[in-house]
């Protein structure tokens, strides 16, 4: 039986509802109106195209978006400047940088001098710590959408064997470290893993954010399998995932596509961080951030 096609927009509804209750509690809390930074960088073909992406996204949801543009040449020290400029900005209430940057400049830059509570991609020390240990923080919003597709879809976590293919700090390491806090046994593989095939086919759910056309077939899935699919690749002027979806959608049990499966929830998971930023912007911390996804929710408790 072929597998069960986990699509984004299952999902999509109920975060929109999400992200339009909070925006609402923003304001009654006395918040500032969210507002996306995006930087960017030089003119890197597939930042653009995501920029793009994300501008819609925003547009849809009633979130402000800032275009900052900067030339390829811009020195490590102007590149500070800004990222600290936006951090005093109270106008703006979140900032993604997109990556990779020119050669020149390191993503250290991005990741020590941007302000935590803006950090709406979860890159920085403070956000990434706070999410290996379990605390409250801006989640990566890649993984994040992830984990809440699977329990869009009633995939269990708890007890199963997931590997995930990619250790990247926006991707491969912060699922696997979202997986195990649900209990799941946790496999991280990377380009030097051996017999990654092997490893693979051990896996309950498996995910690949590997960035490589075709990693991932049929022999690499163990009948039944969840598969997750955040790669995002050209090949043959079309998008398509990390993996073989024709062949692999006939041994899964479950399996997003690309594009339509992981990439309509991220945007809309960094939208909803750009709102959480807002709280953080008010309390002046992250201890409250993951309670944005309860204010839809008329039981839950009134954010603070
Ligand atoms: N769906 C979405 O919304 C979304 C959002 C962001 C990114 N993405 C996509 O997700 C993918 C990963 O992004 P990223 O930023 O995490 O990329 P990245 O920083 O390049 O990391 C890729 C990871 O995959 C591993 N890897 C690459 N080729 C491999 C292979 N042949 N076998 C085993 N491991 C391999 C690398 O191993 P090493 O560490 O050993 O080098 C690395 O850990 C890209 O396609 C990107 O476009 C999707």
């Not at 509804?13 to 999400?18: F, K, V």
């Not at 960088?41 to 900067?70: C, F, K, Q």
């Amino acid at each position: 039986m072929p597998a069960q096609i986990l699509r984004g927009a299952g999902l999509s509804s109920r975060l929109r509802d999400e992200i339009e209750h909070s925006i609402q509690a923003l304001a009654a809390a006395g918040g500032p109106a969210p507002r996306l930074a995006t930087v960017l960088i030089g003119n890197d073909a597939s930042s653009e195209a995501y920029r793009s992406s994300l501008e819609r996204t925003m547009a849809r949801v009633g979130i402000d978006h800032l275009r900052i543009d900067l030339p390829a040449s811009t020195s490590p020290l102007d590149f500070t400047c800004q990222v600290k400029e936006l951090n005093r900005n109270s106008g703006v209430t979140g900032v993604l940088v997109f990556m990779p940057l020119p050669p020149r400049l390191s993503p250290a830059i991005v990741q020590e001098h941007l302000s935590p509570l803006k950090d709406v991609d979860g890159i920085t020390p403070t956000n990434a710590g706070r999410l290996h240990m379990g605390l409250p923080s801006l989640r990566p919003s890649t993984p994040q959408g992830g984990l809440e597709l699977l329990d869009h879809y009633g995939i269990e976590i708890e007890g199963r064997h997931a590997v995930v293919i990619g250790r990247s700090n926006v991707v491969g390491r912060p699922f696997a470290s979202l997986l195990m806090q649900r209990h799941a046994t946790v496999t991280i593989c990377h380009r030097r893993t051996v017999d990654l095939a092997a490893l693979a086919r051990t896996a309950d759910i498996l995910a690949s954010a590997a960035g490589h056309a075709g990693l991932v077939d049929a022999n690499m899935v163990k009948p039944g399998a969840t598969v997750l699919d955040f790669g995002v690749n050209v090949a043959n002027d079309k998008i398509v995932g990390d993996v073989d979806f024709e062949q692999v959608t006939e041994v899964a049990g479950a399996i997003t596509p690309v594009p339509g499966g992981t990439g309509p929830v991220t945007a809309l998971v960094l939208a909803r961080n750009t709102v959480a930023a807002g709280f953080a912007a008010i309390s002046g911390n992250l201890d409250h951030v993951e309670m944005v996804k309860a204010a839809s929710n008329p039981m839950s408790a009134p954010l603070g």
